[in-house]
């Protein structure tokens, strides 16, 4: 896998559904990057990837219709893999005993067992073994990162506080609609929601240790049907989650909540004020106890500076360019395979909470060692 330091580094994408799509536009606008090889086992996905490619102006790339085949070409010098979630446990882990680094797609799996056979796969290569940085990118959104700049700067001191709401459209269709049910994703809180939970601990600074949560289908895809089965997909929650700092947040999630103004919310509140950011207006709202008051609080413009905005506000391409630096420099991976894991437990432990009427321990989860102890 070695180039010359001047050549560009060669990326494979192994799935070009939507969101590979989106990385193919990334690595094309990212300085010393280019697509190498494409993978993906549905020839309309090929297509319309070679197609991104050929809209850019650039010729065509060979494809593969398995990521083994990707792999044995030796054409890559890393991946990004976003191929749908249950397939990503034995891909990340061919594709590290291969060498290749990678940035694998939220969320790392769809179960905690699978989770920790990669993390274990992982570790077994030793201390040679190729970067895996987990797809969390809305920590890259620019009002999201303005956010936790200011709250780790200490703005609001002691943080007590955290909300997170997203208000959005359903989930969009996929290739043979695999989003629709929990088996193939997670579930909703793992599929969609580890985004939230990674930030909430980003935020925080400290591992959650309780869980409780309310949540229902209760609109999408009900009118639906796949081989006589309806979709089993949760399309609202509400998830506390409490912290061991004392600190506690809250996710408010909506799938039938189009009609808004904002996608995004976030606030965070601490002893000293009180931080919100919001998309897509992209505005970063700073308010300090003492000084400001109820509706007037400084409100500054976050405007992502990302060449590509993509379906994330420019993040995933932040986020691919800092994973391009952390393999240039040997730097270690900004999104870990522990973070991986914890947003899949947290999403896990919300869903437990809302079957079983429940609050739930991190403790029954995860294992002493995975939570610090």
């Known amino acids: 896998m070695a180039r010359a330091a001047r050549e560009p580094m060669r990326f494979g994408v192994i799935g070009t559904g939507m969101m590979g799509i989106e990385h193919i536009a990334n690595v094309v606008a990212l300085d010393g990057a280019e697509v190498a090889a494409l993978c993906d086992n549905w020839e309309p996905s090929l297509k319309a990837a070679q197609h991104e490619l050929a809209c850019s102006g650039l010729d065509p790339v060979p494809s593969f219709d398995s990521h083994d085949e990707l792999l044995d070409a030796r054409l890559c010098d890393a991946v990004v893999i976003a191929t749908p979630n249950h397939l990503h446990t034995d891909i990340v882990l061919d594709v590290a005993a291969a060498g290749v680094p990678q940035l694998v797609e939220k969320p790392l799996a769809t179960t905690l067992a699978d989770c920790r056979r990669i993390i274990d796969g992982v570790e077994a290569l030793g201390p040679d073994a190729p970067q895996v940085w987990v797809g969390l990118e809305y920590r890259y959104m620019a009002p999201v990162a303005a956010l936790i700049e200011q709250a780790h700067a200490g703005a609001v001191g002691r943080i007590a506080m955290v909300s997170i709401r997203e208000h959005r459209f359903p989930f969009q269709p996929k290739v043979g609609d695999w989003n629709r049910f929990n088996r193939n994703t997670g579930g909703t809180l793992v599929e969609k929601c580890c985004h939230f ?177």
Request: proline share 5%; hydrophobic share 40%.
């Open 197 to 373: 939970f990674d930030l909430m601990r980003l935020i925080v600074g400290d591992e959650p240790v309780r869980v409780m949560a309310s949540g229902a289908q209760d609109l999408n895809h009900l009118d639906e049907s796949y081989g006589g089965e309806t979709p089993d997909i949760l399309d609202n929650a509400f998830v506390i989650v409490d912290f061991a700092s004392g600190a506690r947040a809250l996710l408010d999630l909506c799938m039938f909540a189009d009609a808004t103004r904002n996608q995004e919310e976030l606030s965070v509140v601490g002893e000293g004020g009180k931080l919100e950011a919001l998309i897509p207006d992209d505005v970063l709202r700073v308010g300090v106890r003492g000084r400001d008051w109820i509706g007037n609080v400084t409100e500054q413009p976050i405007t992502s500076t990302a060449p590509v905005t993509g379906h994330h506000h420019g993040s995933s391409y932040i986020e691919l360019e800092r994973f391009r630096d952390a393999v240039l420099t040997s730097s270690p991976a900004e999104c870990t395979l522990a973070d991986g894991l914890w947003s899949v437990a947290i999403g896990r432990a919300a869903h437990i909470s809302i079957d079983e009427g429940r609050p739930v321990q991190m403790s029954e989860l995860l294992t002493p060692a995975e939570l610090g102890q």
